[in-house]
C-alpha cells in the first residue's frame, strides 16, 4: 500500500516508529504506538492502551481533532464491507455511556479487515 491507496481512502499502513514523533505530544509518557493506518488525511493510531483518531481538517490539515478511545471503553464494532455496487465500506464502534457509534466509512478495496483484525487483537487483550 502506498500513495496511491493513502489518495484514494484506502487504508494504508504507517510506520509506527515515526508515528510515534508525530503523535508524541497526545501520549503517556509510557505509551507507544504499536501499529497505525492512514485514510486520506485521517490516521487510526493503535498503542498499546487506546485507540487514537487523528481527523486532520482544513484545506493544508495543519489543524487536527485527536479521539481518544480506551479499549475498555470499546463496548462494541462492526464492520459493513462494500458490496459490488457500493463506493464505501463502513466501521461502527460503540463506546460505554455513548448512544450512537462512531461511524467512519473506507473506499471500496480499503483495508478495513486489516484494521478490524488490529482492533479486535487490542481490544480482547
Known sequence: MGLLDA???TASEVDAAKLQEEVGQVLAP???VEKAFKVVRDLWVFTDKRLILVDKQGLTGS???YLSL???SITRFSI???GTFDAEAELRIWVSGGGEPI???FRKNS???EVQRVLAACILK
Do not use: H
Request: proline content about 5%; glycine content about 4%.
Open 103 to 105: 461511524l467512519k466509512q
Open 80 to 82: 459493513e464491507t462494500a
Open 63 to 65: 489543524k487536527a481533532e
Open 30 to 32: 509510557t505509551e507507544r
Open 111 to 113: 483495508n478495513i479487515l
Open 7 to 9: 489518495m484514494l481512502g
Open 70 to 72: 480506551p479499549y475498555k
